[in-house]
Structures are given as C-alpha cells and as structure tokens.
C-alpha cells in the first residue's frame, strides 16, 4: 500500500530506542566503580548525546500525531444551492505528507481538478460553504481557500486539452479520490 506510514513508525522507534541506549550507557557508567567526577562526567556526555536523538523523537511523534491514522481519503462532499457538486481529498504521501485537492462539477458535466494544499497535514474536519457564487473552503474553523464556484467548475483555457484536469462526469466521490491517489500518490 502507498504511504502506510510505516517508515514513520519505523524512525519513532530508532530516535526512542537510540535515546534510550544513551541514556542506559550513561546509567551504566555512572553504576561503574570510579570517581564521582568521571562518573558525572560519562553521564553528562552520554545525556548529551542523547539529546538529538530525544529531539528527532519529539519530531517523529508530533508528525505521527498530526497525521495519523496516514490513510487517503474525501475530506468533504457537498451541493451548492445550484445543483454543484464539490469534493475535497486528500492523498497521504509519506513524508510530504497529503495532496490535498478539490474537485468541482456542474450537473452532468465533468469534474474539474483544483488544487487546495501539498505538502500539508491531514485535513481532519474540512467543510464548505456557499455565498452566491462564492465557494469558502475551511479545515475546523480556519478559512483555506475561496473560490468563484464559475471558475472552479471550469477547466481553465491553457489547460482544455490536458486530461489531468478533468474526470468523467459520472465518477462518484470515490472514484475521484482513486484518481487523486494515482496521481499524487507515490
């Protein structure tokens, strides 16, 4: 499977497990019959050694954190007042780590790739919300992005001929996020 966020987990266990040898070393050397000076001093250097990879640790964790459970998936599915239809997903990548991309339609014509967000962290509890012609996008309560529902229901002229932007009218949401992760995934 792309991005199982094994490697992830992986670098967690290394930085912890790195740490925790310095730290056990330094224990260690401190248990070791010699001076308290050079007792204090192997554990003083073997702490900071430590250090880094403590850091690496706090790193790995908060990214695993943010982006758990690292799975692809629709964001949100929503209508405007005029029969549009919207659908945001999300790609996770690995390390980038989500592609995230809305996808907009006019009944019965096909769906139009917009980019919202690379390079980002998992889109927990995004929604939309119509204003006439306005289209506001938000993750919890944060404003993303806003688009004119005009313009993110038609593929721009420079790219009419470029298929990546748009899907046939007929896929579902679930369809359209199997593309998205061919596409963006790895």
């Not at 529902?149 to 046939?168: E, I, M, N």
Request: aromatic content about 14%; charged content about 15%; overall charge positive.
């Amino acid at each position: 499977m792309k991005g199982n966020g094994l490697p992830i987990l992986l670098t967690l266990g290394l930085a912890l497990g790195g740490s925790l040898i310095f730290l056990a070393v330094a224990v260690w050397l401190i248990k070791r019959g010699t001076s308290r000076a050079r007792k204090t001093f192997r554990f003083v250097l073997a702490s900071i050694l430590a250090i880094p990879f403590l850091l690496i640790a706090i790193l790995v964790t908060w990214f695993a954190i943010d982006n758990f459970p690292f799975t692809s998936g629709i964001v949100a599915v929503s209508f405007s007042p005029n029969g549009d239809e919207i659908c945001i997903v999300q790609t996770f990548k690995d390390a980038e780590p989500y592609q995230v991309s809305l996808y907009a339609r006019r009944t019965g014509q096909p769906w139009v790739w917009n980019y919202l967000a690379h390079q980002d962290d998992r889109w927990r509890n995004g929604h939309t919300e119509f204003d006439g012609d306005s289209l506001r996008i938000y993750t919890g309560s944060a404003l993303r992005k806003t688009f004119s529902l005009a313009a993110a229901t038609k593929v721009p002229a420079h790219f009419a001929s470029d298929a990546d932007y748009q899907l046939p009218a007929n896929f579902t949401p679930q369809q359209v996020l199997a593309w998205h992760n061919k596409k963006f995934g790895w």
